[in-house]
């Protein structure tokens, strides 16, 4: 079947810290790939995709780069900030299948 | 307007009791999603609907879940019966059209079953 894997958290930080948040998938198909982020007593919000491989995601400072020779799409951050403090999910969808696959979570906290 | 909203946001049900969901989706979203959010399980999908339609449910967890969707807007997701492994976050996402990755998502109903 399809799945998403995702580093265990929780994950703590200090401010400024690099940051790296693994994901791996298994599909049938060829999947696109996202990361959502759900900011503290808020909504999940896409924060950034990649729908083939070699393609890099970014937004806000992350990245994440579609990699399918190791079925993986990691979410790094060069500098992390406390406002960057949040649960972030990886997901897969399937061309023709109108949902998400999501990993359980990763829960960030970063200290100042 | 706004973007997508639930209620009731908290819900506290006895077991055995039936409790309805509503979402409200982004105006013009002709897609809506509902997932279910649990500790243990992650995120779950559990159905999806283009218009009125549901051509996807095959993540309802039990024939004591059902949900509709009226004029192309607003949802309501019904538990019958409720039993204590159905407490979770129920979450409510739109998009627009078959854009799977545009899904806006709600802020939940953290349903608690006593």
């Known amino acids: 079947g399809n799945s998403v894997t995702q580093m265990e958290g929780p994950v703590t930080l200090s401010e400024e810290a690099f940051l790296t948040i693994n994901c791996t998938y298994t599909a049938t198909g060829y999947p696109s790939l996202f990361w959502y982020v759900q900011y503290p007593g808020e909504g999940l919000q896409l924060l950034l995709k990649?729908?083939?491989?070699?393609d890099k995601g970014s937004n806000k400072g992350f990245e994440a780069t579609y990699r399918k020779e190791t079925t993986s799409f990691h979410l790094e951050k060069g500098s992390v900030q406390v406002s960057d403090s949040a649960v972030y999910f990886c997901a897969l969808s399937l061309q023709g299948a109108q949902k998400l696959v999501f990993g359980q979570g990763t829960r960030l906290t970063i200290n100042p | 307007g706004a973007g997508v909203s639930q209620s009731p946001s908290n819900k506290v049900t006895e077991k055995g009791k039936d409790v309805e969901l509503r979402c409200d989706p982004i105006s013009g979203h002709t897609a809506l999603y509902w997932y279910r959010q649990s500790l243990g399980q992650g995120l779950e999908f559990l159905i999806y609907f283009q218009g009125n339609s549901a051509p996807d449910k095959s993540g309802l967890p039990s024939d004591r879940f059902s949900a509709e969707r009226t004029g192309g807007s607003v949802s309501t997701l019904t538990i019958q019966r409720t039993q204590q492994e159905d407490s979770a976050v129920y979450l409510c996402?739109?998009?627009?059209?078959?854009?799977?990755?545009?899904?806006?998502f709600g802020p939940g109903t953290r349903l608690t079953v006593t």
């Open positions: 996402a739109s998009s627009q059209d078959r854009v799977v990755y545009e899904q806006y």
């Open positions: 990649a729908t083939k491989a070699d």
